[in-house]
Every structure is written in C-alpha cells, then in structure tokens.
C-alpha cells in the first residue's frame, strides 16, 4: 500500500477540510511529469478508498453491476455496468448566479514557460486529413446561397450570447456522416454513462492516457457529501455518434477526485459553492478488455497542460486569453447523441477559472477544453511557443442561470491553493497511476 493510506470515515475526511488552506495565491507553475515509478498501490477489494498525494485525493474503486438495459451498448471489457443507456439523461450544468466581471488582470506579460505540459498521442500514425477550397469572394453573410442580415439568434448559429463572448457551436461531425469524429482526435473525446441513486445521466469526457480518462468532478459525485457520494456505476464510450459506438464502451473501475471537493472544502466563488470552485476535476480509470487493451489505444489520447499553458496577455492587455476548442455531447443541441464542437476565446477569471462563449448546455460538462486543437501542418514559420498538439487546459464546470449568456467556465489545470506543490491535475493522473497494480501500470498510464 502507498504509505500513509488507509480507509477513512466520513468523519475524518472532514477532519481533513480544515487542513486545506483557503488562499488563492498559486505558485508560480513548473513542469512536473506524470510520475509512474513509485511504488504501486492495490486496489484491494471494490470499493476501497484511499487517500493519496498528501491527502488530496480520494480514490473509489467501483463496483461492478449489471446492466438495466442491453441497447447498443454492451461493454467490451468484462462484466458491464449498471447503466441504463436509453433513458440516460443529460447531467443539468451547474449554474454560477455572479455576474462575469472579475477577470485575472495582473498587468504582466505571461512569460514563456509559465505553463507546462504532457504530450498527446494519436494511438497511430498522423492522419492527412482532405483540404478545403476557400471563397474568397463570398459574401459576408451567405444562407443557402443568398446574403443575408437576419440576426436572429438561436442555437446553431449564435456567434454572440447576451454577456458579448464571441463563439461557433457548430457540430463536430460534417452534413455527410460522423467523419472526422472518427479520427484522432476527435476520437479521443466521448460520451460519459454516469449511474447515481436510480437515474443515469450523461456527460462529457476525454481520453489523456491510454486508459485514464479526465472528466469534471461534479458529474461522478456530489460536492460536500463524501465519497459516498460517488456514482455507482461508469461507461465511457469514445466518439459515439447516435447510436454507433465505434471504438467500444468501457466501464470504469475507479475514480480520482479532489479530496477538498469530496469534504466541500474546495475554495469556491461567493454565492457559488459547488459551482465554481477551484478543483471540479476529475480522473477515471477504465478496466481493460478481454485482450488487455484500453480505449486510447485505438482511439489515441490527449495531452495536459497546466498553469498559463498557451495564454497569453500581450495581444488582450486587460485579459489574459487563449483559443479555446471544446467538445461535448450537449443535451440541447441534437439531443446529445453527436459530438459539439465550440471554438471560442478562453478568459481568465481571477478566480483560477476560465470561461468561453459556448451554446453548450446539459451533458457537456466534463467535455475537454484543448489548445491547439487539429494536425499540426507544415510550415516554414517559427511554430512558436506553447505549441504541443491537443492538450487539455480544463473540462466544462459550469454555467451561468441566464439561458441567453452563452458563456461556460472551467476549473483551470494547475496549482492553487489546495494543490500547492503539484498541479491538480499531475496529482490526480499521478494517483490513478500509483493506484493500479504493477503489471498494468506501465500499460495504461504510458
């Protein structure tokens, strides 16, 4: 066992509340590499939990159920879970009644390497995708061959929501089909089955190792109500279009999560606990299948990146921003049964929050928020820095109550007040790495 871990009651995981400061002073950030050379910690029996890292995270190992409903679904690596696929509901987003006002503005340049970051990985070889020939003499505005000045907004076409976040909410996948959702790496993206009392409700998530997948913590458990709070039952299913589940569905066999979001001791915005706060994020890690294998490797995976990886102050002085893609599968845009994408200036909050101007709405939190999204091209211009591919800044966390804002936030990856010494993020890869056995360590995690 990892040293220093042990069953803990309900009592002493709020004991451990108050051992985490409230400050909101982050260190400046530094590279700390997935470690997966410590000793290894069983699992032991199902749910058994630990904590790791210092005490920061709480590790749930699930049980496994059976499934209510056989749909299309059937799960490719052992006994399936108890999830009912037809009649999953979209996970309502967490709403943040403040108003968007107080927004990180240090008057300093971001200096370079002020982020870092663990690489991708397309589980192949590159992908050529097909050119597209651009008019350069379009209209401004063309609909269905005619220009057009109709500004009626609704949620395919909003470029612009009520707080003025310049956005496209457009779908994933082309008129044709599900390509390119198919390919790395969009494929790396999926659909979340999440069991809780006697409901099923979806959302969003990512692959960042071969079968460790990152998600927001408030769809796998409730803030302040311990671990007993956890879902019972997980399925991870990358790519999924309608009904086609190309790259298979996965159950979950443990769940990582902040300890201070367990205890709701997590530092969060006035009038928003719960909501917004520091560490809505979570790691899951699935079972592998009959033949060992695990998702990302058909499916590839996406790097991490923490701290101000790929911000920037020098183009937006008020404003520390990046691009921003993110992927989901809302409930309000095709019924959740195809992957959203949302391209969108990411905005930093004081709070170590990140927002962007999205149409996304029920089942899109725990979608990946990726810098430098596509495959790299050739180029004979300095590539510049911050320039990995496809790496994870954050998940989709919240909301705001207005339906007409068009605006969602995200806990930033990296340190803060709770996660002083390592990124939330290391920490939490870190833990599910350490809290697998040695024989299958090395595969998921590398």
């Known amino acids: 066992m990892l040293k220093g871990s042990r069953r803990y009651t309900a009592a002493s995981l709020w004991l451990l509340a108050f051992t985490l400061s409230f400050s909101c002073a982050t260190p400046t950030a530094r590279t700390i590499l997935a470690d997966v050379s410590s000793p290894s910690v069983e699992g032991g029996s199902v749910s058994a939990t630990q904590i790791s890292e210092d005490n920061l995270n709480i590790i749930v190992n699930l049980q ?32 943040n009644p403040n108003p968007p006002s107080f927004y990180r503005n240090d008057n300093t340049v971001v200096p370079e390497n002020s982020g870092a970051v663990s690489g991708a990985d397309d589980g ?9 020939a651009e008019n350069s003499t379009a209209p401004a505005v063309e609909i269905n061959g005619q220009a057009s000045t109709n500004n009626t907004k609704d949620v395919n076409s909003a470029a ?5 976040y310049p956005f496209t909410t457009r779908g994933a996948y082309n008129s044709g089909g599900r390509a390119p959702t198919n390919l ?29 997948v990152v998600t927001a913590a408030h ?23 309608d009904n086609v589940v190309p790259y298979g569905s996965w159950t979950v066999r443990a769940v990582q999560v902040p300890a201070s979001y367990l205890t709701g001791s997590d530092p969060c915005e006035p009038n928003a606990i719960g909501v917004v706060c520091l560490n809505d994020l979570a790691v899951l890690t699935v079972n592998a299948d009959s033949n060992g294998a695990y998702p990302g490797d058909s499916t590839g995976w996406y790097g991490y990146g923490w701290g101000d990886y790929s911000f920037s ?4 002085p008020n404003a520390v921003v990046a691009q921003v893609t993110q992927l989901g599968y809302p409930g309000n845009i095709e019924s959740g049964r195809r992957m959203i994408r949302t391209d969108a200036l990411g905005i930093q909050r004081a709070t170590n929050q990140v927002e962007i101007g999205s149409a996304q709405g029920p089942g899109s939190s725990g979608g990946p928020w990726l810098v430098n999204f596509g495959t790299r091209v050739s180029t004979s211009d300095p590539a510049g820095r911050d ?22 936030g995200a806990s930033r990856f990296g340190f803060n007040s709770v996660y002083r010494n390592t990124p939330n993020i290391v920490s939490l890869v870190n833990a599910a790495c350490r809290a697998l056995d040695s024989a299958t360590r090395t595969r998921v995690c590398n």
């Not at 059976?66 to 996970?91: C, H, K, Q, V, Y």
């Not at 790395?184 to 692959?207: D, E, N």
């Not at 990995?388 to 909301?399: E, K, L």
Request: aromatic share 12%; with cysteine.
């Open 64 to 95: 496994r159920q059976p499934e209510a409903d056989a749909d299309d679904a059937d799960a490719t690596n052992g006994p399936p879970s108890r999830i009912n696929f037809s009649s999953a509901i979209p996970l309502p987003l967490p709403n």
């Open 124 to 132: 192949n070889t590159r992908i050529n995708y097909p050119s597209f």
């Open 160 to 164: 612009v929501g009520d707080f003025g």
């Open 184 to 212: 790395y790496p969009w494929r790396a993206a999926g659909k979340l089955f999440v069991q809780r009392g006697g409901t099923t409700f979806t959302c969003s998530a990512s692959l960042v190792r071969r079968g460790l």
């Open 219 to 241: 769809c796998v458990c409730e803030f302040g109500q311990g671990s007993g709070s956890i879902a019972s039952s997980i399925t991870y299913q990358p790519a999924r279009y």
């Open 313 to 316: 102050n020098n183009f937006y």
């Open 387 to 408: 320039n990995n591919d496809n790496i994870v800044i954050a998940t989709t966390s919240w909301g705001y109550t207005s339906d007409t804002a068009e605006v969602q």
